[in-house]
C-alpha cells in the first residue's frame, strides 16, 4: 500500500464536483471525487496529476503532467477520481493500491 501525504478535500456536494480546479491560480491540496469516471480540465490554470481509483483505492489509470484543455474519459471499475497538482512528488503506478493519510474528514 503507498500512502499520499497530500492534503486531500473531498469533493463531495454538487458545487464542489461542478467547480473543481478550475479558475484556481493557487493549487495547494487535492481533490478526490466520488462516483466519477471522466473529468475536464477546461478552465484550469495548472496542469494537474490525475489517478483513477476502483472502490478499494486500487489505480487504474494515472495521468502525469495533464495539461488545460483535455478530457479524461475512465473505463469501467473507476470509482473515485483523485485530482492533485502536477508537481507533486508521489511513487505510484497503475495497480498500486493507495492511502490518503491526509483526507479531510
Known amino acids: 500500500m503507498k500512502n499520499i501525504n497530500f492534503k486531500v478535500k473531498k469533493a463531495n456536494t454538487f458545487y464542489k464536483k461542478l467547480i473543481g ?18 473529468i475536464h480540465t477546461f478552465f484550469c ?41 502536477h508537481n507533486i512528488n508521489i511513487n505510484i503506478k497503475e495497480g498500486d493500491i493507495i492511502n490518503l493519510t491526509n483526507l479531510e474528514k
Open 21 to 38: 480546479f478550475m479558475f484556481k491560480k493557487e493549487i495547494n491540496h487535492g481533490l478526490l471525487f466520488y462516483n466519477t469516471r471522466s
Open 45 to 85: 490554470f495548472k496542469n494537474l496529476t490525475i489517478i483513477m481509483l476502483d472502490k478499494n483505492f486500487k489505480v487504474l489509470h494515472l495521468f502525469l503532467n495533464t495539461p488545460k484543455n483535455k478530457i479524461i474519459l475512465g473505463k469501467k471499475n473507476v470509482y473515485y477520481t483523485l485530482e492533485l497538482p
